[in-house]
């Protein structure tokens, strides 16, 4: 079971940090990261992690966004900077682990004045 926290409403230009927790200890060979759902739109992917630290971001959110884990407490962080209008959505953590996909409950994040 994932648990997502650390979504509201922000101001442009502000920050959040999303964290997402695993409930049970993590297989080692695994991967975590983020979607996102903006209202009318199709999930996208945003970021993910691998075990080994290996980090990827997408275009749109590249020199904003950052995806870390803490294995030690099984969990994703996604430290969102410079947030705009168009980054409101609900974010989505999953985790990839022995060719299964499990997803959290999503957490919603608003950018607006």
Do not use: H
């Amino acid at each position: 079971q994932l648990q997502a926290s650390g979504g509201g409403l922000v101001q442009p230009g502000g920050s959040l940090r999303l964290s997402c927790t695993a409930s049970d200890p993590i297989f080692r060979d695994n991967v975590m990261g983020w979607y996102r759902q903006a209202p009318e739109k199709q999930r996208e992917l945003v970021a993910n992690i691998d075990a080994g630290g290996t980090a990827n971001v997408v275009d749109s959110v590249k020199g904003r966004f950052t995806v870390s884990r803490d294995d030690a407490k099984s969990t994703v962080y996604l430290q969102m900077n410079s947030l705009k209008p168009e980054d409101t959505a609900v974010y989505y953590c999953y985790l990839v682990v022995l060719r299964s996909t499990y997803w959290g409950q999503g957490t919603e994040v608003t950018v607006s004045s």
